[in-house]
């Protein structure tokens, strides 16, 4: 209590309580006074709290808050293996309605560091949230869902020109789903450096993070920590109507060959692997190292009625060695396509369009895109999106991947069709 608030209301408590009677001269006044105090008694806790609620006015405002959630219907059709027939044959269809909401929480500490912290929704496997997908199925019968960590870092920005990370934070480099899905967060540091100068942009980005640490089995002399140092160099230059971005990376992962998988044990999705031993009920490991070379391009504009994007994305893995089983190294990976966005319309409304190859090995498979054929590697198709925005910070979304699962396959009978189909409702706050 400030000693404002003390003395007032010191002051109004003897004016209500003070005796008034043998006063005589003083009769006609202290009647007053005292009616006066007692009307004043009830503000004594707005006067004593005043001090205490500008205190956490301030703590509030400094505080920002923000999300979004999303509804999602979700339609799957896809071929399998029959190995005791020895053909493939449509797998059971799936219909299935998903959500994802997300919650972060920025907090700043001082003019040069802030605290972000996001929670969100997810499935459970094997002990974990899913690396690249915050979804989480309407399924069994009405339980809770399980809430994730999914973003915890703070971010030191001592000039406009540079930054650094610490934590569960989001991809720094500037990327497609190629390599990265979008819903994937890195765990490490990062640095990041950006020169502008009339509309153009030189910047830098670089960074270790760490995916995994196992103990072995028996006695040895270390843990095995495995995990990934990148960096990326990349230029935009724009002259207000025109924009074109390159960009080139390279992405060394440690400890990857002959070594467990990197999420679920024994589990590739799509990447080759081999048998190992002395690393528990691990099994089976990569069969090759991951040293990544990146480069991503885009060239945007704005037209009167549209704004066009068209993007570029290319990886290979040059540790990869030859696959045995197909005769051939497959260690590249392409996409390809464009964006076509219309501002000017009653509603805004935009179309994606992007083809691409994801060979077995171009690059770790469970950071890729999780959606197009299953997720991970080994396929290549179509993806399609067309979506609108309803009204403001809502937005209604169609996307149809068309696939093909093993298309290197030399056996025709194991390259198999993926059909996914994704209605989605998402709004943001």
């Given at each position: 209590m400030s000693h404002?608030?003390?003395?007032?209301?010191?002051?109004?408590l003897m004016l209500a309580f003070s005796p008034v009677t043998g006063l005589k001269r003083h009769r006609t006044r202290a009647k007053p006074l005292a009616v006066l105090a007692l009307l004043l008694l009830p503000l004594l806790p707005l006067?004593?709290?005043?001090?205490?609620?500008?205190?956490?006015?301030?703590?509030?405002?400094?505080?920002?808050i923000s999300g979004d959630f999303r509804y999602r219907h979700e339609f799957i059709s896809q071929e399998i293996f029959n190995s005791a027939t020895s053909e493939k044959v449509r797998m059971f269809d799936r219909n299935r309605h998903r959500l994802r909401l997300r919650l972060e929480l920025m907090a700043p500490v001082n003019d040069k560091m802030d605290v972000f912290t996001r929670i969100a929704t997810g499935s459970f496997s094997d002990g974990a949230g899913d690396p690249t997908s915050s979804n989480q199925d309407l399924s069994g019968g009405f339980a809770p869902k399980p809430i994730w960590l999914?973003?915890?870092?703070?971010?030191?920005?001592?000039?406009?020109?540079?930054?650094?990370?610490?934590?569960?934070?989001?991809?720094?480099?500037?990327?497609?789903?190629?390599?990265?899905?979008?819903?994937?967060?890195?765990?490490?540091?990062a640095v990041m450096m950006t020169l502008q100068k009339d509309g153009?942009?030189?910047?830098?980005?670089?960074?270790?993070?760490?995916?995994?640490?196992?103990?072995?089995?028996?006695f040895a002399k270390h843990a095995l920590t495995q995990g990934l140092f990148g960096g990326q160099l990349g230029g935009k230059v724009s002259n207000g109507r025109v924009t074109a971005q390159l960009a080139a990376a390279y992405f060394d992962y440690g400890n990857v060959k002959n070594n467990p998988a990197l999420y679920a044990p024994n589990q590739f999705f799509g990447n080759s692997s081999t048998l190992i031993t002395g690393r528990g009920s691990d099994t089976l490991g990569y069969l090759f190292?991951?040293?990544?070379?990146?480069?991503?391009?885009?060239l945007g504009g704005k037209l009167n009625r549209v704004e066009p994007t068209a993007v570029f994305d290319f990886v290979t893995n040059i540790a990869a060695e030859k696959d045995d089983a197909y005769d051939k190294k497959l260690n590249s990976s392409w996409l390809a396509g464009f964006v076509l966005q219309f501002s000017s319309a009653p509603i805004t409304w935009d179309v994606a369009y992007n083809y691409r190859v994801q060979q077995k090995d171009a690059t770790i498979a469970i950071f890729a895109d999780s959606d197009p054929a299953g997720g991970g590697t080994?396929?290549?198709?179509?993806?399609?999106?067309?979506?609108?925005?309803?009204?403001?910070?809502?937005?209604?979304?169609?996307?149809?991947?068309?696939?093909?699962?093993?298309?290197?396959?030399?056996?025709?009978?194991?390259?198999f069709d993926y059909d996914r189909v994704q209605a989605d409702f998402e709004v943001k706050f």
């Open positions: 404002c608030s003390f003395f007032l209301k010191s002051a109004v006067v004593a709290q005043n001090k205490d609620e500008k205190a956490v006015a301030s703590w509030t405002e400094k505080i920002r999914d973003r915890a870092y703070v971010d030191f920005h001592p000039f406009k020109e540079l930054g650094a990370r610490a934590g569960k934070q989001p991809v720094p480099f500037e990327h497609t789903d190629l390599v990265w899905d979008s819903d994937l967060n890195l765990e490490g540091m153009n942009e030189l910047f830098l980005r670089a960074g270790g993070f760490w995916a995994s640490e196992r103990g072995p089995t028996g190292d991951y040293n990544l070379v990146n480069v991503r391009a885009s080994n396929y290549n198709g179509h993806k399609i999106v067309l979506g609108f925005d309803v009204m403001k910070q809502a937005r209604f979304g169609l996307t149809y991947f068309k696939n093909i699962k093993d298309p290197e396959n030399k056996n025709e009978e194991q390259r």
